[in-house]
């Protein structure tokens, strides 16, 4: 397994921003889908965003659209989650994660969010809080 450490996190005020990093030893063809999960206390982990390496289609959850980009950095094998305009749900430990898209029966792949099934590898994670 790849490893993948993040980093960035931190505590912010409400409605600041956060960039987030995750070094991986290398992108691959075998693994390509990249993403970015969080998990808050008493709660399941849910997926926040997907990157699929080799075709750069981005995948967002609902509640983040519009304020969360996820980026890729090829040079520097980093993984990226720049996070705008932070709201009160958006705490917790931001994982980063590797794995395997699905593939429709029309051969298109698209990476899942979710609770992360289809990821087989993951960080160790960066804790986020945001404060009032």
């Known amino acids: 397994a790849r490893p993948l450490v993040e980093s960035g996190g931190g505590s912010v005020q409400l409605g600041g921003s956060l960039r987030l990093a995750c070094s991986v030893s290398e992108f691959t063809n075998r693994s390509p889908c990249m993403g970015w999960f969080r998990q808050a206390p008493g709660k399941e982990r849910e997926g926040v965003a997907a990157?699929?390496?080799?075709?750069?289609?981005?995948y967002y959850a609902d509640d983040v659209k519009g304020r969360f980009t996820i980026s890729q950095d090829l040079p520097t094998n980093t993984l990226y989650l720049q996070m705008n305009s932070l709201k009160p749900e958006d705490p917790g430990m931001y994982y980063c994660?590797?794995?395997?898209?699905?593939?429709?029966?029309?051969?298109?792949?698209?990476?899942?969010?979710?609770?992360?099934?289809?990821?087989?590898?993951w960080g160790q994670g960066t804790q986020v809080t945001v404060s009032s």
């Open positions: 990157f699929l390496h080799g075709y750069g289609s981005t």
């Open positions: 994660a590797s794995g395997i898209p699905l593939e429709s029966l029309s051969r298109s792949f698209w990476c899942t969010l979710g609770r992360g099934h289809e990821y087989s590898s």
